[in-house]
């Protein structure tokens, strides 16, 4: 149980690596005693005495699925509108871009004079795949735009000075709150796009070979114009013998070879993306995705080789005319030339120069960012199996309640960036991060400040970027919930709140959830609330919080209760007591609603949550719910805000 620091924090680093902060009280053996294993629920056991909370037997409940019934289509359709709804916006925006492109390239030269001839041979598999390839590039030009990080927040910073309206506000940030979405929609339009040119071009591969067995028609004369002259050569692969099976004059053209690299690239690159491979072997994730350097190269010299010809001299000799007069070529006075043709030009380059050039002023940036020099302050080890790192960075922008940064130790991996949400204030002279100790990384981040402070690992950061909780001060009311390690996002917002009290006029209540299942989680989130709840004792109904224990048998519970006679909670120090179970936010939104704000215009009050999907789904649905049965009364609206990494 905790234990309290005497000893400065000179002593302290020269002894050793980590200091174990504790804040809770001690419990004597005597006050009260708890059983080690769980016991056995009833059932139909009531809730506590003086608890809010659900019971947790009755949680289950729930997430019972109901009967699909009118109801539940209609909740269903509208949770799919008002969580997604800019999302699929966009995404259908992008969607019918991609059609449009495909479409109006098709029939571009589908009904092209200059690729009669070639039509000719190979039909609409030139269509096709010229459709395919537009459609290819469109989205290779976007595949980079999501993941310029400072381009993004850029656009962040300067989106609230332009976009008035806070409903327009919160509308276009949900988009950029999605964007590993879209860029992962990008990635797979790119594959799907890419299946349909390939397919075109062995079907348009085939078609040339199998000509040469067409004897006095019009794809025979076209197929042997070389004879003619160099600049009549519409077939690229007329000297192949049609009998025999081979790739080989594919492979020699500079369109053939780069393509089959650009497919091998491709496969490695989606096969390496899946949820596995990415958390369980992150360096496969990292160098099988930048392979994209070689996917962009060969790209660009895709087209240069100029395989599919066009007709150059359609005043000369008009092919709708001498088509039908191929046996006349040379003597008929319509047809006295010959058609010439000429190797398109390479456009992957137009599309990829924009996108390229940004996303390298991108990796520059975080390189220079990397180099710079990382002061760490402090390391502490939390009893909650959760590591926080104060330091120190010149040069870095200060870092505002909400935000989370990239962090990369150098003796780990010199390429893995992790993303973790900043914990102190702006008001702080130093930078904080949480960090929960789970998986590979963290577990030998952990391993690397064993011997802090006599050797200090060398660690690199970039950001601060945005997030859905930097729109937290433009509320009347904000609902905060967090679970385990997902409260992080707003402890740097409680903090700001409490050293900038008057800096945000409009916000009036602030409701603060935590919801844990051990109580080794509190310690280091405690004392911080202990701080904020003295600092706002005079502003009445400002700051209400309700942590919630899960996890733990009534019979448990029960025993806390009756043993827990003082003012204030055994667990947290707080005057408000710790629930047991889980809460009942249908209850205490009513409760919120009910409340007088003093206030005659509708409230508008933000739900932030961090934590896992079915809790989101339970606020989500709540949300909906609480909107539509007060949407005539006008006097509530509740926005849901979740966290993405």
Same mark, same amino acid.
């Given at each position: 149980? !905790?234990?309290?620091?005497?000893?400065?924090?000179?002593?302290?680093?020269?002894?050793?690596?980590?200091?174990?902060?504790?804040?809770?009280?001690?419990?004597?053996?005597?006050?009260?005693?708890?059983?080690?294993?769980?016991?056995?629920?009833?059932?139909?056991?009531?809730?506590?005495?003086?608890?809010?909370?659900?019971?947790?037997?009755?949680?289950?409940?729930?997430?019972?699925?109901?009967?699909?019934?009118?109801?539940?289509?209609?909740?269903?359709?509208?949770?799919?509108?008002?969580?997604?709804?800019?999302?699929?916006?966009?995404?259908?925006?992008?969607?019918?871009?991609?059609?449009?492109?495909?479409?109006?390239?098709?029939?571009?030269?589908?009904?092209?004079?200059?690729?009669?001839?070639?039509?000719?041979?190979?039909?609409?598999? @030139?269509?096709?795949?010229?459709?395919?390839?537009?459609?290819?590039?469109?989205?290779?030009? @976007?595949?980079?735009?999501?993941?310029?990080?400072? %381009?993004?927040?850029?656009?962040?910073?300067?989106?609230?000075?332009?976009?008035?309206?806070?409903?327009?506000?919160?509308?276009?940030?949900?988009?950029?709150?999605?964007?590993?979405?879209?860029?992962?929609?990008?990635?797979?339009?790119?594959?799907?796009?890419?299946?349909?040119?390939?397919?075109?071009?062995?079907?348009?591969?085939?078609?040339?070979?199998?000509?040469?067995?067409?004897?006095?028609?019009?794809?025979?004369?076209?197929?042997?114009?070389?004879?003619?002259?160099?600049?009549?050569?519409?077939?690229?692969?007329?000297?192949?013998?049609?009998?025999?099976?081979?790739?080989?004059?594919?492979?020699?053209?500079?369109?053939?070879?780069?393509?089959?690299? @650009?497919?091998?690239?491709?496969?490695?690159?989606?096969?390496?993306?899946?949820?596995?491979?990415?958390?369980?072997?992150?360096?496969?994730?990292?160098?099988?995705?930048?392979?994209?350097?070689?996917?962009?190269?060969?790209?660009?010299?895709?087209?240069?080789?100029?395989?599919?010809?066009?007709?150059?001299?359609?005043?000369?000799?008009?092919?709708?005319?001498?088509?039908?007069?191929?046996?006349?070529?040379?003597?008929?006075?319509?047809? %006295?030339?010959?058609?010439?043709?000429?190797?398109?030009?390479?456009?992957?380059?137009?599309? %990829?120069?924009?996108?390229?050039?940004?996303?390298?002023?991108?990796?520059?940036?975080?390189?220079?960012?990397?180099?710079?020099?990382?002061?760490?302050?402090?390391?502490?080890?939390?009893?909650?199996?959760?590591?926080?790192?104060?330091?120190?960075?010149?040069?870095?922008?200060?870092?505002?309640?909400?935000?989370?940064?990239?962090?990369?130790?150098?003796?780990?991996?010199?390429?893995?960036?992790?993303?973790?949400?900043?914990?102190?204030?702006?008001?702080?002279?130093?930078?904080?991060?949480?960090?929960?100790?789970?998986?590979?990384?963290?577990?030998?981040?952990?391993?690397?400040?064993?011997?802090?402070?006599?050797?200090?690992?060398?660690?690199?950061?970039?950001?601060?970027?945005?997030?859905?909780?930097?729109?937290?001060?433009?509320?009347?009311?904000?609902?905060?919930?967090?679970?385990?390690?997902?409260?992080?996002?707003?402890?740097?917002?409680?903090?700001?709140?409490?050293?900038?009290?008057?800096?945000?006029?409009?916000?009036?209540?602030?409701?603060?959830?935590?919801?844990?299942?051990?109580?080794?989680?509190?310690?280091?989130?405690?004392?911080?609330?202990?701080?904020?709840?003295?600092?706002?004792?005079?502003?009445?109904?400002?700051?209400?919080?309700?942590?919630?224990?899960?996890?733990?048998?009534?019979?448990?519970?029960?025993?806390?209760?009756?043993?827990?006679?003082?003012?204030?909670?055994?667990?947290?120090?707080?005057?408000?007591?710790?629930?047991?179970?889980?809460?009942?936010?249908?209850?205490?939104?009513?409760?919120?609603?009910?409340?007088?704000?003093?206030?005659?215009?509708?409230?508008?009050?933000?739900?932030?949550?961090?934590?896992?999907? !079915?809790?989101?789904?339970?606020?989500?649905?709540?949300?909906?719910?609480?909107?539509?049965?007060?949407?005539?009364?006008?006097?509530?609206?509740?926005?849901?805000?979740?966290?993405?990494?």
């Amino acid at each position: 149980m !905790p234990s309290t620091h005497n000893c400065d924090e000179k002593e302290q680093r020269s002894k050793n690596a980590f200091r174990i902060k504790q804040t809770s009280k001690k419990i004597s053996q005597e006050h009260i005693k708890l059983e080690s294993k769980s016991t056995t629920v009833i059932v139909n056991e009531k809730l506590l005495p003086g608890d809010a909370s659900m019971p947790l037997t009755e949680v289950s409940n729930i997430h019972r699925k109901s009967r699909m019934s009118l109801e539940s289509i209609r909740l269903w359709f509208r949770l799919f509108i008002v969580n997604d709804l800019p999302t699929i916006l966009f995404l259908f925006l992008w969607l019918v871009i991609n059609i449009a492109l495909f479409i109006g390239q098709f029939l571009n030269y589908h009904h092209s004079r200059s690729y009669f001839y070639l039509r000719s041979l190979i039909s609409d598999g @030139l269509s096709v795949a010229r459709a395919a390839a537009l459609c290819l590039n469109f989205n290779c030009l @976007l595949i980079l735009l999501p993941v310029c990080r400072n %381009l993004l927040s850029l656009i962040r910073h300067i989106l609230p000075q332009c976009v008035t309206k806070s409903r327009f506000r919160r509308f276009t940030k949900r988009l950029f709150d999605q964007h590993i979405v879209f860029h992962r929609c990008v990635g797979y339009a790119i594959c799907f796009w890419s299946i349909i040119h390939v397919g075109a071009h062995i079907y348009n591969y085939e078609r040339l070979i199998d000509v040469h067995n067409e004897y006095q028609s019009l794809s025979s004369v076209l197929n042997l114009l070389y004879l003619q002259s160099s600049e009549s050569q519409v077939n690229p692969f007329d000297g192949v013998s049609p009998n025999v099976l081979n790739i080989g004059p594919m492979l020699r053209t500079t369109a053939g070879i780069t393509g089959v690299i @650009l497919c091998i690239c491709l496969m490695i690159i989606f096969s390496s993306s899946t949820a596995l491979i990415r958390r369980s072997f992150y360096e496969i994730f990292w160098f099988a995705h930048h392979l994209f350097i070689i996917f962009f190269i060969c790209l660009i010299l895709h087209g240069f080789q100029g395989i599919v010809k066009s007709q150059i001299n359609l005043n000369e000799h008009n092919p709708e005319i001498c088509a039908s007069l191929y046996r006349e070529w040379g003597i008929n006075q319509q047809c %006295l030339i010959y058609p010439r043709f000429s190797g398109s030009q390479a456009t992957s380059w137009m599309w %990829l120069c924009a996108p390229l050039s940004l996303y390298i002023l991108e990796r520059l940036l975080r390189f220079i960012r990397s180099l710079q020099h990382v002061e760490i302050l402090d390391i502490i080890r939390h009893e909650s199996n959760v590591l926080e790192i104060r330091f120190r960075k010149k040069f870095m922008t200060i870092p505002q309640p909400g935000q989370y940064i990239y962090l990369k130790c150098f003796s780990i991996s010199i390429f893995e960036w992790h993303p973790f949400t900043v914990t102190s204030a702006a008001e702080e002279n130093y930078v904080s991060v949480h960090i929960r100790i789970v998986g590979n990384w963290t577990n030998s981040l952990t391993e690397k400040f064993q011997m802090y402070p006599q050797d200090i690992p060398r660690l690199a950061v970039d950001g601060p970027y945005g997030s859905a909780a930097d729109d937290v001060f433009n509320y009347d009311g904000v609902i905060l919930i967090g679970a385990g390690i997902g409260v992080t996002p707003y402890a740097a917002i409680l903090k700001h709140i409490r050293s900038s009290r008057s800096a945000h006029d409009r916000l009036r209540r602030v409701y603060f959830y935590w919801i844990c299942n051990t109580t080794s989680c509190y310690e280091w989130f405690a004392e911080m609330l202990q701080e904020i709840e003295r600092d706002f004792r005079d502003r009445v109904n400002f700051l209400t919080y309700n942590i919630y224990l899960t996890k733990w048998s009534m019979r448990q519970a029960r025993a806390v209760i009756r043993n827990n006679t003082d003012e204030r909670d055994i667990w947290t120090g707080l005057e408000s007591k710790t629930h047991y179970g889980r809460p009942n936010f249908n209850v205490d939104f009513q409760d919120i609603i009910n409340e007088d704000w003093q206030m005659t215009q509708k409230r508008h009050i933000g739900v932030f949550v961090c934590g896992p999907k !079915p809790l989101v789904k339970e606020l989500q649905c709540l949300c909906i719910k609480i909107n539509d049965h007060y949407s005539s009364t006008n006097r509530v609206h509740f926005y849901l805000n979740k966290e993405n990494f």
